[in-house]
């Protein structure tokens, strides 16, 4: 299992940015995937899943900001972030949950300035 995710940046506060993840080695389609950030200092969290059927569910801190899709065609997952607030700062990572807690990959920084 690779899950590479991509995108990230340094921005400004109100700025937007486009994460990409693309996953190989399972069989992508059939699977929830979730976009989890982990802060400077504190613990990795879920702010974003969607299932294998398209729905979606967020954090109450980025709901109305953020955006996750998927392209089950090309083995991607993305995350639109827009109005980006400091907060918002950590490394991203896209994993696909239970089962999957052992793949991570190199995740993307997020690094949005006030």
């Known amino acids: 299992v690779q899950l590479q995710a991509s995108g990230g940046g340094l921005v400004q506060a109100g700025g937007s940015l486009r994460l990409s993840c693309a996953a190989s080695g399972y069989i992508f389609s059939i699977h929830r995937m979730g976009w989890y950030r982990q802060a400077p200092g504190k613990q990795r969290e879920l702010v974003a899943a969607i299932t294998s059927g398209g729905s979606t569910n967020y954090v109450d801190s980025v709901k109305g900001r953020f955006t996750i899709s998927r392209d089950n065609a090309k083995n991607t997952v993305y995350l639109q972030m827009n109005s980006l607030k400091p907060e918002d700062t950590g490394v991203y990572y896209c994993?696909?949950?239970?089962?999957?807690?052992?793949?991570w990959g190199q995740g993307t920084q997020v690094t949005v300035s006030s």
């Open positions: 994993n696909p949950g239970l089962g999957f807690e052992n793949y």
